[in-house]
């Protein structure tokens, strides 16, 4: 097994706790709220993200700006329609999207979606390094040395303690930001 393919896989773990970690409100208007809600332009359905450009026009406001004028009603509806509690507006050739104060419920609900995927993010990371496991145990088969599976299984431990250090060091930072009001 290759243990920069591991590394690899268990980066790609990692980033992806990030990406759904910031799609997450805290509060503030980012673009990354909206930038996943799902829009019927074209006759197929497609993320906002890929049909306009998002930009935060101050702490509460986002505005959304399509490349093509005739997707603004859908992009619209579709903000409406993502029951995130968003309320958005056509103004002039973009979508301007306000986003209400969090209630301390609300906050309490987000930071229990936010464990669930934490916890998403570390079953990833164990199955990636389940999946190295079995695959030196099958090179020890084909003649690897238990010397040298040994040193790669502790390579691969050390890696995976590094992994979930850094997805804790996010539940912490997130769930920090989402508690302050």
Known sequence: MDINIFK????????????????IRT????????EEIMVNAYGTQSPVKNLASISAMDAKTLSIQPWD???????????????????????????????????????????????????DGRVAVRQVRQKFMQGIDEEQKSGLSEDQADMQRDEAEK???????????????????LLTI
């Open 8 to 23: 690899t896989d268990i980066s790609k773990c990692i980033d992806h706790v990030k990406e759904d970690l910031s799609q």
């Open 27 to 34: 509060g503030r208007a980012t673009p990354e709220l909206v």
């Open 69 to 119: 004028k005739t997707i603004l009603e859908e992009i619209a509806k579709g903000v409406s329609s993502a029951n995130l509690g968003f309320s958005s507006v056509m103004e002039g050739d973009r979508v301007i999207v306000k986003i209400p104060d969090l209630t301390n419920e609300r906050r309490q609900e987000y930071v229990k979606i936010m464990k669930e995927r934490i916890e």
């Open 159 to 177: 890696i995976v303690k590094d992994a979930n250090e850094q997805i804790e060091n996010l539940r912490d930072l997130k769930e920090k930001d």
